[in-house]
């Protein structure tokens, strides 16, 4: 079922109910309010014609028992104690006589419906008890009666009955119970209408959204975003971040395209070295031993730096796959020292120095943190001339282990530096003395700074040299 059913559905059956119920609940405290009234007029007539009987100064004769007001018709009858009329108003003839002592023995409910009878009465005067209520059909009409016993001392000695018809009351309430029948049909109609027409217009963004989010999937054109409502409310914003993850999907992918175009450009390219020597190996069985030699040495070369370079690239898929690295304590000093005495054999003139240090403690991967070690000081290696100078220093500071390698070499420009962390971006090789590089040691050694919860950063200046300062939190 869509949301747009379900929303109207929901909303259309509460507000149904709540309606039903204001109704139900106005239609029965509205009728019960005029029959009590109805009932309280009667009581009062009998009360009146009553106290006008105590008077013995008055005869039957001047009871005034043409009673009725605002239109209501009411008519008194009198009875003697053994039940007969004494006494009635003129209009009543037609009417049989009631069984007084019967109404008193069993009084009449009241003369509304039950569900008027669920509420309680409005205004509380409570009704005289004296007497009882009674409830005729007389030729298919409905009547309501109060008996009233009249009482000379202990005994009684007759009986008053006022009585009014209920036709004019029952007929207006059934009016009523239409009018509201009708109401209901037209508010519920029309409530669940517009809950379908309210429903579609909030919605429509979402459909349009699907729409949009349906054609990029299917056209793989992440460059395409969804119409943003103008309205700043919770579709606005969905459609914003909608957007939003568009827009990082479709850098995701970019670098995706660059990153498999990037590296089989760089896998390309040893292996036609590779493969170009061992032609000319092939083609020329005669040739000098000496040129033999550094063909043969050339492609061993090209050979490492393609290992290499596959080595580097599972390193990063790993690290896209979300591999997550060891960690175990790790005397940080006793690393540094063994990659300074690896790093020994790269040197090719230039001085390495190993800055006085003290034992540090950290919390991760022995393994990574050398190779970390390990490539800055390649670099460093590789970008300053047989002159220059290497330090590798450690020191904790704020609570961290810092490793620095710090080089005079060629250094960084500015603008490269913004790049040098990007997978397979390389400053023009053409300044170092032989770069040999794969532009993926920077990326690596991030990666594995911040899987130990720290930091790699580079500051540079071009022509007097580099720093590299890796921070690591102390374990504790
Ligand atoms: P590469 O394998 O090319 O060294 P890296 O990712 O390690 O790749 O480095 C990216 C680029 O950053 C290098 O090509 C180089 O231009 C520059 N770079 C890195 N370290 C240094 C350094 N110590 N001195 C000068 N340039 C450096």
Request: net charge neutral; aromatic share 22%.
């Given at each position: 079922m869509s949301i747009r059913v379900r929303l109207m559905l929901q909303c259309g059956v509460l507000s149904c109910f709540i309606l039903t119920i204001a109704m139900l609940l106005s239609y029965a405290f509205h009728t019960r309010s005029h029959y009590d009234d109805l009932d309280r007029i009667l009581v009062a007539e009998t009360t009146h014609i009553a106290t006008e009987a105590a008077n013995p100064a008055n005869s039957l004769q001047s009871f005034n028992v043409n009673r009725g007001s605002n239109g209501l018709e009411i008519i008194v009858r009198l009875y003697s104690a053994d039940g007969a009329l004494r006494l009635s108003s003129p209009s009543s003839e037609s009417l049989p006589l009631t069984d007084t002592k019967a109404v008193l023995r069993t009084p009449a409910g009241p003369a509304f419906d039950t569900l008027a009878a669920l509420v309680p009465q409005l205004t509380g005067s409570p009704f005289i008890t004296d007497g009882a209520f009674g409830l005729y059909d007389i030729a298919g009409q409905r009547w309501r009666a109060y008996i009233l016993p009249l009482r000379q001392g202990n005994t009684i000695s007759g009986y008053i009955e006022a009585l009014t018809p209920l036709a004019r009351l029952d007929a207006s309430m059934r009016a009523l119970r239409g009018l509201l029948l009708i109401l209901w049909l037209i508010a519920t109609t029309t409530m669940f209408f517009g809950l379908w027409v309210v429903a579609s217009r909030v919605l429509y963004p979402v459909a349009q959204m699907t729409q949009a989010a349906q054609t990029i999937s299917l056209?793989?054109?992440?460059?395409r975003r969804v119409g943003v409502p103008s309205h700043r409310d919770e579709l606005g914003h969905l459609a914003q971040t909608f957007n939003n993850m568009l827009e990082s999907l479709e850098g995701a992918y970019r670098i995706q395209e660059r990153f498999v175009s990037d590296a089989s450009h760089e896998l390309r390219a040893p292996l036609t070295v590779i493969q170009g020597n061992l032609e000319l190996l092939h083609r020329q069985q005669s040739m000098p031993e000496v040129e033999r030699a550094e063909a043969l040495a050339e492609a061993e070369r090209e050979a490492a730096r393609l290992g290499r370079l596959v080595a580097e690239l599972l390193t990063l898929a790993r690290a896209d796959a979300g591999v997550v690295i060891k960690h175990n304590p790790v005397d940080l000093d006793g690393v540094v020292l063994e990659a300074f005495h690896e790093a020994r054999q790269l040197a090719h003139g230039q001085i390495l120095a190993l800055e006085p240090f003290e034992p540090v403690r950290v919390d991760g991967d022995e393994d990574r943190l050398k190779q970390l070690i390990l490539i800055l000081l390649d670099n460093a290696l590789k970008y300053t001339s047989a002159e220059g100078r290497v330090t590798l220093g450690l020191r904790k500071r704020d609570g961290n282990a810092e490793i620095i390698v710090q080089d005079t070499g060629v250094g960084i420009s500015a603008e490269d530096l913004l790049h040098?962390?990007?997978?397979f971006y390389r400053a023009d090789p053409a300044r170092s003395r032989d770069p040999g590089g794969t532009g993926l040691g920077l990326p690596i050694a991030r990666w594995i700074a911040e899987q130990h919860g720290g930091r790699l950063t580079l500051s540079s200046e071009m022509g007097r040299g580099t720093t590299a300062i890796v921070s690591l939190p102390v374990k504790a």
């Open positions: 056209s793989r054109d992440f460059s040098v962390f990007e997978r």
